[in-house]
Every structure is written in C-alpha cells, then in structure tokens.
C-alpha cells in the first residue's frame, strides 16, 4: 500500500498525539451530523478518484443499512451513522466496490478493515454503557487501532471527542489522509503504542479495540471512566476470539463474553 499524497487541511493534528490541553473537556459542539457528512463526503471524494460505481449514492449504505438491521442490530445512531460515512473512500479504489458487502477486506500491511455487521455489533455493545446511554451519545472515546480510519469517522460522530490510536506509520498516515475532511477538532489520531492507552485524555467513557490480545491491557482498564464500556476482541476461554464487553463501576469491573469474532492481533511496539 502506498501513502496517499497528502491534502491535510490547516489545523488538523500532524503529530503523534501531544495533547496541548491534557485532559481538557471542551463543551460540545452541537451535533450536525448530516451537514458535517455531507461536506465531509464531498471533501473526502476530492481526496480520491470517483470509481464510478454508484457508491457515491446513498441508497447503497441504506441498503447495507437495512441488512444489519435483519441480522438483529437495533441502535439508531449506528444505522444512521452507517448511512452516511463514505466506506468506500477508505478502501483501495480496486476493492471500493465491494466496500458496502459485508466482508471484511485489507487495507495493507497485513491488517483489515472490519465487516461492516461486527463494527455495527460493537457500536452498538459501547452505546448500551451506563454513560452512553445517560448520555446518549459515547462521550469520550479511545479506539486502539485505527486502520484506515473509518470506524475512527464512525466514533466522531457517535462520540463528543474521539482519541484513535495506531502502531504503523503507514496506516497512521493514511487515516491522516482519509479523515482530513471529517471534524477535525473531535478526532485526534496518534502515532502510538495502544496497549498503553492514551492518558493524556483518560477517562474514556467508550474504549473499542480493533485487534485482539491474550487479556485486556491492564491501562485501558485503569483509563475506563466509571460508567464506562470497554468492548475488545480477547482470546476466550476455548482459545478461539471472543468479544469482550468491560464495564466500569465504583466498585470495580464487570466482565462479559459475546460472540465469536476474527480479529487481527494486537501487538505490543511501534513502527
Ligand atoms: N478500525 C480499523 C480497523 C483496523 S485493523 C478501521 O476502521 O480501518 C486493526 C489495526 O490495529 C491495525 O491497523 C493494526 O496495526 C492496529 N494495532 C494492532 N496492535 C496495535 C497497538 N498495540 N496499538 C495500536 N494499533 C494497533
């Protein structure tokens, strides 16, 4: 995979994640989802050449949409979300066209960019946190492994602030390149080791991971917010991947195990 030429507007974030302001809570902007998507979709488009494919049509996410919706999911802000971020434009051209089946497809260096049916099923697992749904959107949220960035466009609108995390420059570089055009101000990317959190901006009200590991990394337990939900692939107890749902209280953790999923793994390091 080669990095994208870079159309990073002024202003959005350059460097591995150096907070000016740690732990800083902004007051949220109202959220405008439908007219930050459709500029965003129109910027992201300049970004990329139009394949051609009618994949710039709504009606192909509404129809990706309305199966999730069969196979059982039921939060809104998911669907909705879904409807309109552009996953097409943060595949290879050569693979947008299957951007809106429900596979998983790779983006480079041996990772994937998920089904759309499993980031549906942990989006909608973080909204059923205690803060999530007092609050009714996911607050402040850690994502280790940003990949090509799209669930990271997801979170930016689910969530009031958005720290995504990955370990290979490349890829790092390239959600730089993807997410240019998305609300600059609530998603900060970081050119980091994930297994370590992000304290700067801890608590999280949401934590979802994209790779998985033997066990939960002990700091993202520790920079989950009481209220909080951590959702992450983890090896189960038959060996195979689980997802993992963590929630915390005042009094500590709360664990449960969900369905089977394939996860690339998480590893330790950066490059
Ligand atoms: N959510 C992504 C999917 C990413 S695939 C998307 O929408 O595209 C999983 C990613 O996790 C890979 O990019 C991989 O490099 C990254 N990863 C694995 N271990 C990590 C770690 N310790 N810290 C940060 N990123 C990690």
Same mark, same amino acid.
């Given at each position: 995979?080669?990095?994208?030429?870079?159309?990073?507007p002024?202003?959005?974030? @350059?460097?591995?994640?150096?907070?000016?302001?740690?732990?800083?809570?902004?007051? !949220? !902007?109202?959220?405008r989802p439908q007219r930050l998507l459709d500029s965003a979709a129109r910027d992201a488009a300049r970004l990329? @050449?139009?394949?051609?494919?009618? =994949?710039d049509?709504?009606?192909?996410?509404?129809?990706?949409?309305?199966?999730?919706?069969?196979?059982?999911?039921?939060?809104?802000?998911?669907?909705?979300?879904?409807?309109q971020v552009p996953?097409?434009l943060?595949?290879?051209?050569?693979?947008?066209?299957?951007?809106?089946?429900?596979?998983?497809?790779?983006?480079?260096?041996?990772?994937?960019?998920?089904?759309?049916?499993?980031?549906?099923?942990?989006?909608?697992? =973080?909204?059923?946190?205690?803060?999530?749904?007092?609050?009714?959107?996911?607050?402040?949220? =850690?994502?280790?492994?940003? $990949?090509?960035?799209?669930?990271?466009a997801?979170?930016a609108q689910?969530?009031?602030?958005?720290?995504?995390?990955?370990?290979?420059?490349?890829?790092?570089?390239?959600?730089?390149?993807?997410l240019a055009a998305w609300r600059q101000?609530?998603? &900060?990317?970081?050119?980091?080791? $994930?297994?370590? /959190?992000?304290?700067?901006?801890?608590?999280?009200?949401?934590?979802?991971? @994209?790779?998985?590991? @033997?066990?939960?990394?002990?700091? #993202? =337990?520790?920079?989950?917010?009481?209220?909080?939900?951590?959702? !992450?692939?983890?090896? /189960?107890?038959?060996? $195979?991947?689980?997802?993992?749902?963590?929630? &915390?209280?005042?009094?500590? #953790?709360?664990?449960?195990?969900?369905?089977?999923?394939?996860?690339?793994?998480?590893?330790?390091?950066?490059?």
């Amino acid at each position: 995979m080669k990095p994208r030429a870079s159309r990073r507007p002024p202003g959005f974030p @350059a460097g591995a994640g150096t907070s000016s302001a740690p732990g800083a809570a902004r007051p !949220a !902007a109202p959220l405008r989802p439908q007219r930050l998507l459709d500029s965003a979709a129109r910027d992201a488009a300049r970004l990329k @050449a139009p394949t051609g494919l009618g =994949l710039d049509s709504g009606a192909v996410r509404q129809r990706m949409v309305d199966r999730l919706r069969q196979e059982g999911i039921t939060c809104n802000p998911v669907f909705e979300v879904m409807a309109q971020v552009p996953r097409h434009l943060f595949v290879d051209t050569a693979l947008a066209g299957q951007a809106y089946e429900d596979t998983s497809l790779p983006i480079g260096l041996g990772q994937t960019i998920s089904k759309p049916s499993v980031v549906a099923r942990m989006l909608e697992l =973080l909204f059923q946190g205690a803060n999530a749904r007092r609050q009714q959107h996911l607050g402040q949220v =850690l994502e280790i492994g940003t $990949g090509c960035g799209y669930q990271a466009a997801l979170l930016a609108q689910l969530g009031r602030r958005v720290v995504s995390v990955e370990r290979l420059a490349a890829l790092f570089e390239r959600a730089q390149t993807n997410l240019a055009a998305w609300r600059q101000d609530r998603v &900060r990317l970081v050119h980091g080791d $994930g297994m370590l /959190g992000h304290p700067p901006l801890a608590p999280y009200d949401s934590i979802i991971a @994209a790779a998985g590991g @033997a066990e939960i990394p002990s700091a #993202w =337990l520790e920079q989950l917010a009481i209220g909080g939900r951590l959702v !992450a692939p983890t090896q /189960g107890g038959s060996g $195979g991947q689980v997802l993992v749902v963590v929630d &915390r209280h005042s009094a500590g #953790w709360s664990r449960s195990h969900h369905e089977s999923v394939h996860f690339v793994p998480l590893k330790s390091g950066v490059t």
